[in-house]
């Protein structure tokens, strides 16, 4: 959409955007703004909890990495991997309390927490929230727990994208024969750009510039180069 709008520099009378469901790359909201004026928004919320945070136009220029601040009726957490609530700026599971959210599942149970007498619902994704409140989604896997939320999924998607000839990339974290933990990223390269000047792109731009955390392995696309670190168990 935003793509056909910069082409044809199409006239829209669009009063309300929203965007959600999976991650927002910060260059698309920049180019969404421009192509549609401030009447972008961005929603985080699950299947599980309903929609909790909105990212107003205002949101998206000053903060484009969050997903905005949780709305009334809505309270967000972020727990250790032990279920303690962490202060701003620490790196956790985020849990969700909401008018929203379900009873349960069924025929099996998920994951809950309890804070001062209300129920949380653990979520999959890591995050952190900011002394201003504003949650950051670092990535949406359970296979950080035991890592504290290091691999910042959704950055390092957004790093690879600001690399040369790449169009997109999708970073998906798995776990090795050897219990450690890597970042597959698949890239689309643009055309006539051939897959090898792409991998060496991202080894030097992206991979040794911005070393893996402890406990995280790194697999460049394309046959280049993979960092390990150690066990995501330690």
Do not use: W
């Not at 965007?19 to 790359?25: M, Q």
């Not at 006539?192 to 392995?217: F, I, M, T």
Request: hydrophobic residues 40%; negative net charge.
């Amino acid at each position: 959409l935003v793509s056909v709008a910069e082409a044809r520099h199409v006239e829209h009378s669009l009063r309300f955007l929203i965007v959600g469901g999976k991650h927002f790359p910060v260059g698309l909201k920049a180019r969404a703004l421009r192509a549609f004026g401030p009447v972008v928004h961005e929603y985080y919320g699950s299947t599980e909890t309903g929609i909790n945070t909105i990212a107003g136009p205002r949101d998206l220029i000053e903060s484009p990495n969050s997903v905005g601040l949780a709305f009334e009726g809505n309270r967000i957490a972020i727990l250790s991997d032990e279920g303690v609530p962490l202060e701003s700026d620490r790196r956790g599971r985020v849990a969700i309390a909401s008018y929203m959210s379900m009873d349960g599942y069924l025929g099996r149970s998920h994951e809950t927490a309890e804070i001062n007498g209300e129920t949380f619902i653990v979520m999959p994704d890591f995050g952190y929230l900011d002394r201003n409140g504003r949650l950051y989604l670092l990535n949406r896997s359970t296979l950080n727990v035991g890592t504290g939320g290091s691999i910042d999924q959704y950055g390092l998607e957004d790093a690879i994208r600001r690399t040369p000839d790449v169009e997109d990339v999708s970073v998906t974290l798995l776990e090795d024969a050897d219990g450690g933990l890597l970042a597959h990223c698949a890239v689309a390269a643009r055309p006539c750009v051939s897959r090898l000047d792409v991998a060496v792109h991202l080894v030097e731009r992206v991979v040794l510039r911005v070393p893996p955390p402890a406990g995280a392995g790194a697999l460049a696309s394309g046959s280049a180069e993979r960092h390990r670190g150690g066990d995501r168990r330690a």
